[in-house]
């Protein structure tokens, strides 16, 4: 079982930057992927960004340019950092592990989220 910890939200002015930490715990041996999903108040939860073990990303095509997500493997730690932030961007962030195809690993795990408020 993997648990998962964000942390880094707040309040912020549009045009500033906040950066989102999401510590991995328990059997992170059997963490491929990592991301982050947002869930802004009347909308469907969406995926942020995702990074591969082996460091490969992508994103959303609303924060391409802006948000960066990076990994510490030693750590096992996500890290999102968010520039440029936007009205738009208040949300919910959550964390998320995906689990390998590995006899003795679990599937996809979630973090608690993370509020994230950008005033105008």
């Known amino acids: 079982q993997v648990q998962l910890v964000e942390s880094g939200g707040g309040l912020v002015q549009a045009g500033g930057s906040l950066r989102l930490s999401c510590a991995a715990s328990?059997?992170?041996?059997?963490?491929?992927?990592m991301g982050w999903y947002r869930q802004a108040p009347g909308k469907e939860r969406e995926l942020v960004a995702v990074?591969?073990?082996?460091?490969?990303?992508n994103y959303a095509d609303s924060v391409k340019g802006r948000f960066t997500i990076s990994r510490d493997n030693a750590k096992n730690t996500v890290y999102l950092q968010m520039n440029n932030l936007k009205p738009e961007d208040t949300a919910v962030y959550y964390c998320?592990?995906?689990?390998?195809?590995?006899?003795?690993?679990?599937?996809?795990?979630w973090g608690q989220g993370t509020q994230v408020t950008v005033s105008s």
């Open positions: 998320n592990a995906e689990g390998k195809i590995v006899v003795g690993c679990l599937g996809r795990s």
């Open positions: 328990g059997d992170t041996i059997c963490i491929s992927a």
């Open positions: 990074i591969a073990s082996g460091g490969s990303t």
